[in-house]
Each structure stands twice: as C-alpha cells, then as structure tokens.
C-alpha cells in the first residue's frame, strides 16, 4: 500500500518543501509559521487545481434544482415501486448528463491528498520522526520542533497529555466544524430556490450534510495532527469565500440571492420592481370602463 501512495506522498511533501525553502529566510527552519505557511499554500494550490471540479459541482447543483419537478413527477408515478423510481431517475440524470453525487466530488477529490498528508504528518511525530516522500531527516528533524501557538503541529488531541495541545486542537476542531456547518448552511440559505422539503431528494441530502460533516469532523478530528487541521480549516475557509463569490456574483436562478441581486440591479438602473409596477398597471382600469358608459348614457337621454 505504502508503495502505491508513494508518488502521493512525493507530490505533497515535495509541495510543502518547496513553499518551506521560501519562507524559512523570514522566520526559521523549525519555526511553525514556516510549517504551516507551507501547509497552506498547499492548500491553495490544491483548490486552484479543484475550480473546474468547483464549476462542474455548481452546474451539477443548478441542473440538479432545475430537474426537481421532473423527479417529483416520477415519484408520483411510481410511489408503489421502488426499483422503477430509481431506474426512471437514473435515466434522468443520464439524459440531462448530471450527477447528484457531485457536490461531493471535491471532498472526495481531496481525500487522497488528505491521507498523503495525515501519513507525511504523522512520520514527523513518531520518535524517532520518520521522513515521507522528498522529506529527509533533516527535514523531519525541523518539522518535530516546529510549534504553532506553543503546540507542536503533529500533536494530536488523543495523543498528548500537553493542556496546550489539547486547547489549540480543540480550538481548530471547532473552527473546522463551524466553517462546515456555515459553508453548507449558506448554500442552502441563499444558494438554492425554496422547495417542498417533502419528498425531495437534493433538499434532503442537502440537509444531511448539514448535519453530519460538522459532526463527522469534530469526532474524528481528535486523531488529526494539529498539521491537519491547519489543512482542513483552511480549505473550509476557502470553500466558504468561493461559494460565497458565486452566490453574489452568479446566484442560481430562482434562489434567494438571485432575487436579492435582480432588486440590485433594478433599483441601479432605476427601474420599478414587479411589486410597484402592480398597482400602476391596475389603477386605469376604472377610467377606461367609465369613459366607455358616457356615451351609453346620453344614447339613453336622447331615447326619452
């Protein structure tokens, strides 16, 4: 297995090094602000290479959302037969070429390089450290000093008695699990048109995710180095900030944000939104029927 993941782990510890050699002048070798400036910017590396994956999970959404009524219909149709309800939704998907899996593709993306880390990490913390991938041991002699709020970055909660460990972790844990729960919530909230939550598939597994990412990493977290959690911190964060460019800046149709920025762009070019023009449009119907009984009155007269 480990020769398998080989490449894996040149290719992440090889990043890491790279962004290592350029920041070690400002601050040192064993400095954990080396270490997890190095941490991050394969972080931001990783998800500049994810945006074409990012664009297709955001089509994916947006034709998921579009195809809803067809899914409810299907649904109806064949409520007494579950096989044929997922067989028509399948051909569905086909037709339309969309998978309701694909919001999970980045995640899914992400784990390999996730495991490459946590293994390259977790070599440092052993005694003696153990280099993976280009790192030699030297270089893991550096990384097992380097402390990052007077935490060593491949501690973990479970695995240290260190009340400074255990604090730092916790601290990240629970920015990892809010920034989860906040990225979908926003998704949700502002991202996607209101629907029946009943019987609605995207709704429902959208729901899910809500809840049990959150929950997901603050359990399992107390097993990532402190170098994990750096990671997974920042990518939500960066997770966070691209979702939300997209919302303001290209909202699906029909959501709560594309509606906001309609009323933007109205209220810029100075024109009425539908909500004022209504009453505008009905107000001259009572003129109109009056002008037309004048003439019907006077017919009448003239008949006396």
Same mark, same amino acid.
């Given at each position: 297995?480990?020769?398998?993941?080989?490449?894996?782990?040149?290719?992440?510890?090889?990043?890491?090094?790279?962004?290592?050699?350029?920041?070690?002048?400002?601050?040192?070798?064993?400095?954990?602000?080396?270490?997890?400036?190095?941490?991050?910017?394969?972080?931001?590396?990783?998800?500049?290479?994810?945006?074409?994956?990012?664009?297709?999970?955001?089509?994916?959404?947006?034709?998921?959302?579009?195809?809803?009524?067809?899914?409810?219909?299907?649904?109806?149709?064949?409520?007494?037969?579950?096989?044929?309800?997922?067989?028509?939704?399948?051909?569905?998907?086909?037709?339309?070429?969309?998978?309701?899996?694909? $919001?999970?593709?980045?995640? #899914?993306? !992400?784990?390999? %390089?996730?495991?490459?880390? @946590?293994? *390259?990490?977790?070599? /440092?913390?052993?005694?003696?450290?153990?280099?993976?991938?280009?790192?030699?041991?030297?270089?893991?002699?550096?990384?097992?000093?380097?402390?990052?709020?007077?935490?060593?970055?491949?501690?973990?909660?479970?695995?240290?008695?260190?009340?400074?460990?255990?604090?730092?972790?916790?601290?990240?844990?629970?920015?990892?699990?809010?920034?989860?729960?906040?990225?979908?919530?926003?998704?949700?909230?502002?991202?996607?048109?209101?629907?029946?939550? $009943?019987?609605?598939?995207? #709704?429902? !597994?959208?729901? %899910?995710?809500?809840?049990? @990412?959150? *929950?997901?990493?603050? /359990?399992?977290?107390?097993?990532?180095?402190?170098?994990?959690?750096?990671?997974?911190?920042?990518?939500?964060?960066?997770?966070?900030?691209?979702?939300?460019?997209?919302?303001?800046?290209?909202?699906?149709?029909?959501?709560?944000?594309?509606?906001?920025?309609?009323?933007?762009?109205?209220?810029?070019?100075?024109?009425?939104?539908?909500?004022?023009?209504?009453?505008?449009?009905?107000?001259?119907?009572?003129?109109?029927?009056?002008?037309?009984?004048?003439?019907?009155?006077?017919?009448?007269?003239?008949?006396?």
């Amino acid at each position: 297995m480990s020769s398998i993941l080989n490449p894996l782990y040149i290719a992440v510890s090889w990043v890491i090094m790279s962004i290592h050699k350029l920041v070690s002048p400002i601050f040192s070798p064993t400095s954990g602000t080396s270490w997890a400036l190095s941490i991050i910017g394969l972080v931001i590396l990783i998800r500049i290479l994810l945006i074409p994956l990012f664009v297709k999970q955001i089509k994916s959404q947006r034709a998921l959302t579009a195809l809803q009524p067809h899914l409810k219909a299907i649904q109806a149709k064949h409520k007494d037969d579950r096989q044929k309800q997922s067989e028509e939704m399948m051909k569905l998907y086909k037709e339309h070429k969309t998978n309701p899996l694909a $919001s999970c593709f980045p995640i #899914l993306a !992400q784990a390999p %390089i996730f495991f490459a880390l @946590f293994t *390259v990490l977790n070599g /440092i913390g052993k005694n003696p450290p153990v280099p993976h991938g280009v790192l030699t041991q030297a270089d893991v002699a550096n990384a097992a000093q380097a402390k990052i709020f007077g935490a060593p970055i491949s501690e973990t909660f479970l695995g240290t008695t260190n009340t400074t460990v255990k604090i730092v972790t916790v601290i990240l844990i629970a920015f990892m699990s809010i920034t989860t729960f906040t990225t979908q919530r926003q998704l949700m909230v502002k991202g996607m048109p209101k629907m029946d939550s $009943s019987n609605n598939m995207m #709704l429902q !597994q959208q729901k %899910i995710m809500l809840y049990a @990412f959150p *929950v997901i990493f603050a /359990i399992s977290g107390v097993n990532f180095p402190i170098g994990v959690l750096i990671y997974w911190s920042t990518t939500n964060l960066w997770t966070w900030g691209q979702q939300y460019y997209v919302i303001k800046r290209n909202p699906t149709p029909g959501s709560p944000a594309f509606l906001e920025l309609q009323a933007k762009r109205a209220q810029k070019a100075g024109t009425p939104l539908p909500q004022e023009s209504a009453p505008e449009e009905q107000t001259p119907a009572p003129e109109v029927k009056g002008q037309r009984q004048q003439p019907n009155k006077k017919k009448n007269k003239k008949k006396k």
